[in-house]
C-alpha cells in the first residue's frame, strides 16, 4: 500500500486526536462515576493533590518523560492512563483507516469515544451510568440527521424508520433477556445498563449490526465465563460486568460486520 503525503498526515493526526481525546476520557471513567465535573477543576496528582500543568498533561508523552511518576511527590501515576490515551490514538487510526476522511468516521470517533467510557466505567465500577448513556442518545442525533439527508452507510438499509428500528429491535430483545433469566433463573447477570446501552449503539449502527455487536458479547462473555471457572477455578457465582464484551462485540461489528453480511448474502 502506497500512501501518499495527505494519508500519513491524517494518520498521524488520527492518532494525536485520539491520544489527546483518550485523555479526556479518562477524566470521564474517574469522575462521571464519583458524580464530580468533567470540565473542571484541572488534573491533579491523586496522592499530592498538585496540579498539573500543561507539559504534564501531554497524552503518553508526559507518562514517558515523568518516568511514570508525579513531579512533585513522586508516586506512581497508574499505567491505566497513558494505556486509554494509546489504545483510543490506535481505535481512531483504524477508524480513519476503515472509512477515511468522511462524516462517518467523525461519528465514529464520537460514538468510539463514548464505548470506551462505557467498557472502563464497567470494569471499575460494574455500572454503566445513565448520564453516559443519556449522552450517547443525544449524539445519535448525528446519525439520525445524517439518515434523513442520506444513507447512513452502517444501516444497509434506506428506510428512513432504520435509527428507529436500530434502536428498538436490540434493546428489546437484551430486556427479553434480563426478564427471561430473572422469570427462569431468579437472577440476571446482566444489568439494566446492558439494555439502556443498546438504545444508544442502535441508533449509530442500525439493527443488524447491532444483533452481531450482542452475538458476538455473548460468544465471548461464554468464552470468558468458560475460562474463568474451569481454567482459573474461580466461582461462577462471581460478577463478571458485561459490558466489556458488549463494546468489543460492537467494535467488532462496526468494522467488520457489514463485509460479514455480504459474504453471508452472496
Ligand atoms: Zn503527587
Redesign the pocket.
Known sequence: MVMTFFEVYFLTLSFILGTVIGSFLNVCIYRIPAGLSIVKPRSR?G??G?TLSSMELIPIVSWVLLKGK?K??H?AISFRYTFVEFLEGVIFTFTYLKFGLTPLTLILWLFFSILTVVFFIDIDHKIIPNKVVIFGLISGILPFVYHMVGTYPLYQWESKLAPIIGMMIPTLLMFSFVLGSLLILKKSGLGMGDVKIYAVIGVFMGWKLSLLSIWIAFFLGGLFGLIWIFIFKKSSKDYIPFAPFIVIGTFVSAFWGNQFFTILYK
Open positions: 496528582c496522592n499530592c498538585h508525579c512533585q511527590c508516586s
